[in-house]
């Protein structure tokens, strides 16, 4: 019996459901302590305690491995901060509600570190900086000028460019606090903290798209 458990679990975590999860852990642990650079793929193996081999054949390459990472981080972030725009929803709250998750998201310590990597990284490997910019900031900015493009729609603000201002939304949450917290000259913000950041940003949106 206890022959039979083990050859099942073992059938199952051969998977590719039951191991790419395991290996992008793995992957993002070995990037964050060595950096892209000098992460390699035997290392990322070892701590996924997989073969090489299988590591490749879900991958191929180091470089799909670590934009799997990104996109997958990204997909965990956004997905909830969107959830805000739900219909009938003021847009007020909507949008501070963004604000407050989307700070909470990149301010986070697992998420900061993993962006300190991706900066530290980009000059000698640029595709990863674009494989984060198009996951992230540009799904970011994307989502919010479709929203923004409705309220403009319906008289609630006024913008002429939806991508532009949807830029500068989250320009204006990027500010000393988030600039403090990348370069771990803060600890990680209390609640009430991110809720005035937030809060201001918000305000000021708002007054800069008042509709005439």
Do not use: W
């Amino acid at each position: 019996m206890v022959k039979a458990e083990a050859a099942l679990k073992d059938t199952d975590a051969e998977t590719p459901s039951g191991k790419r999860p395991l290996i992008v852990g793995a992957a993002t642990r070995v990037f964050l302590d060595l950096g892209y650079g000098a992460a390699s793929m035997d290392a990322i193996a070892a701590e996924a305690g997989v073969s090489k081999q299988t590591v490749y054949s879900h991958f191929g390459a180091k470089e799909a491995l670590f934009e799997a990472i990104i996109e997958d981080k990204c997909d965990e972030l956004l997905t909830p901060v969107f959830e805000a725009f739900r219909p009938g929803h003021d847009h007020a709250k909507a949008l501070d509600e963004v604000a407050r998750r989307f700070l909470s998201a990149i301010l986070a310590p697992p998420n900061t570190a993993l962006f300190r990597v991706i900066i530290a990284e980009s000059v000698r490997f640029p595709e990863l900086a674009n494989a984060f910019y198009r996951a992230g900031p540009q799904t970011a900015v994307d989502s919010l000028a479709g929203y923004l493009k409705e309220l403009d729609r319906d008289g609630v603000i006024a913008t002429s460019d939806p991508v532009a201002s949807a830029r500068q939304f989250f320009a204006l949450l990027r500010g000393d606090l988030y600039m403090r917290r990348l370069l771990d000259l803060a600890p990680e913000p209390s609640a009430a903290e991110v809720a005035a950041v937030a809060d201001e940003a918000v305000s000021a949106f708002l007054v800069i798209h008042a509709p005439d």
